[in-house]
């Protein structure tokens, strides 16, 4: 196997932040990436922004503001990537200096030494703005690939990728990559955009359900106009209550920050093991979740299937209650949420001291993150 395989073989998933890990309990990770730069001189490279690209077409897609850039890379070392994976952009400007930023790869890994880049003009955003205005043969400093794979280690769990703005585009790079590999388990991306002038990429996400029965796409416009025929709301209003079981899935997370930490606690609170959670913020990234939009989120969700299955695993008998309940209706008629049973568990566990609390993750303080 290629040195670079037997490196990447030894990661563990779920974290693709691009740092480097420390040692001590990431040692494993540590000495496999330190083994791959000794061989290759590169990847976490210390040396950073040498490298070269020149860009080959430019298309502005939204009239709000978001382009697709294609680059090919000019300096004559190899360039391969894994989906998820990013490089990082460095331009010098007039007073502010050099500034840096990231951008994940929306193309899916060829051949060539090529990769587009989707990136949202962001106002009074010195790099989104610069190359949104790059024009074809224009050069760029840059960095990488770096940062972890999104590719699943297995195929034996569907994909449900969440995105909002342009955190779409690692995931259309790794449904390529997957789809054409015969990924076994569906795939279903959630997009979160906020107008119908900020939809893009149609053309080539629709080409993509074409091709693949096993992969889909909804966007969910977050300030739709009334004629808007497709899912209304936040990806935290309108998904939630239309994934119908949780379980047997891995679950992508990029773009806005705050998105990723409310969608993630979510989703850990109804059962979903932090392992099977990636998350790729690009900015809010450290916003610290409202728990009460946790609740809100948690409460839209219809699947339970994990919630029951864990409390009946730690063999506490609440699973039975809880399907008990999901199945019948509350004193007043109405069917009992979820979050209704995150509610009434204290004054369930004080009339049954005898039972464990069965609630898996946030309010016990055990979620991990990714
Ligand atoms: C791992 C990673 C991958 C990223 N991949 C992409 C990508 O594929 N495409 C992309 O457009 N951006 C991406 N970003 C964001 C990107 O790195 C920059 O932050 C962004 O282009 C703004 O940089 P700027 O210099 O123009 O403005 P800055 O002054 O650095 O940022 C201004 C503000 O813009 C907002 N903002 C930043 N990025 C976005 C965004 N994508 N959408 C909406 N608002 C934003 C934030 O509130 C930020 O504080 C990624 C970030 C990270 C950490
Ligand atoms: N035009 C506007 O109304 C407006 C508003 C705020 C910011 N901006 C600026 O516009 C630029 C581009 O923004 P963008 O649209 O590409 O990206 P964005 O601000 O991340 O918004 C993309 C989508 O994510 C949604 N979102 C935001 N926070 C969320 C959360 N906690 N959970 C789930 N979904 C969430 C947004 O909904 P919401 O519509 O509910 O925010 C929107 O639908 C940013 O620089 C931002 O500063 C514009």
């Given amino acids: 196997m290629e040195l670079r395989e037997q490196a990447r073989a030894r990661l563990r998933p779920g974290n693709f932040q691009g740092h480097k890990p420390r040692a001590g309990s990431h040692r494993t990770e540590s000495e496999a990436i330190e083994a791959l730069g000794a061989a290759e001189g590169r990847w976490f490279d210390s040396a950073r922004y040498r490298r070269r690209a020149r860009v080959t077409s430019v298309a502005a897609l939204t009239s709000t503001g978001t382009v697709k850039v294609?680059?090919?890379?000019?300096?004559?070392?190899?360039?391969?990537?894994?989906?998820?994976?990013?490089?990082?952009?460095?331009?010098?400007?007039?007073?502010?200096?050099?500034?840096?930023?990231?951008?994940?790869?929306?193309?899916?890994?060829?051949?060539?030494?090529?990769?587009?880049?989707?990136?949202?003009?962001?106002?009074?955003?010195?790099?989104?703005?610069?190359?949104a205005s790059l024009r074809p043969g224009d050069e760029v400093a840059f960095r990488g690939p770096t940062g972890r794979s999104m590719v699943p280690p297995d195929d034996e769990r569907g994909l449900e990728l969440f995105a909002t703005g342009t955190g779409v585009a690692p995931f259309y790079s790794l449904a390529r990559r997957l789809l054409a590999d015969g990924h076994a388990r569906p795939i279903t991306l959630w997009w979160g955009l906020r107008l119908a002038e900020d939809i893009c990429l149609t053309d080539e996400l629709d080409a993509l359900a074409r091709d693949y029965p096993s992969f889909s796409y909804?966007?969910?416009?977050?300030?739709?106009?009334?004629?808007?025929?497709?899912?209304?709301?936040?990806?935290?209003?309108?998904?939630?209550?239309?994934?119908?079981?949780?379980?047997?899935?891995?679950?992508?997370?990029?773009?806005?920050?705050?998105?990723?930490?409310?969608?993630?606690?979510?989703?850990?609170?109804?059962?979903?093991?932090?392992?099977?959670?990636?998350?790729?913020?690009?900015?809010?990234?450290?916003?610290a979740a409202d728990p009460e939009e946790i609740a809100e989120i948690r409460e839209r969700f219809v699947a339970t299937d994990l919630y029951s299955a864990y409390a009946n695993r730690r063999g506490t008998g609440f699973g039975a209650d809880l399907d008990a309940a999901r199945s019948g209706k509350t004193g007043n008629g109405d069917p009992l949420a979820v979050s209704d049973l995150f509610d009434l568990m204290p004054a369930f566990l004080s009339h049954h001291p005898d039972r464990e609390d069965p609630r898996p993750t946030q309010s016990k303080g055990a979620w991990g993150g990714s």
């Fill in 70 to 131: 294609r680059f090919e890379v000019v300096d004559g070392a190899p360039f391969h990537f894994d989906p998820g994976q990013f490089v990082g952009i460095e331009a010098h400007f007039e007073g502010l200096g050099y500034r840096r930023s990231p951008y994940c790869i929306l193309s899916a890994p060829t051949d060539e030494p090529v990769f587009d880049l989707l990136v949202r003009v962001v106002p009074q955003g010195p790099l989104s703005q610069h190359l």
């Fill in 218 to 287: 909804h966007i969910t416009l977050s300030q739709p106009t009334a004629e808007w025929a497709g899912l209304r709301g936040r990806v935290g209003e309108s998904v939630p209550p239309l994934l119908a079981t949780l379980g047997a899935k891995r679950y992508y997370l990029a773009g806005n920050g705050a998105m990723l930490e409310e969608m993630a606690f979510a989703l850990s609170d109804m059962g979903v093991d932090h392992r099977y959670i990636y998350k790729e913020p690009y900015f809010n990234g450290t916003h």
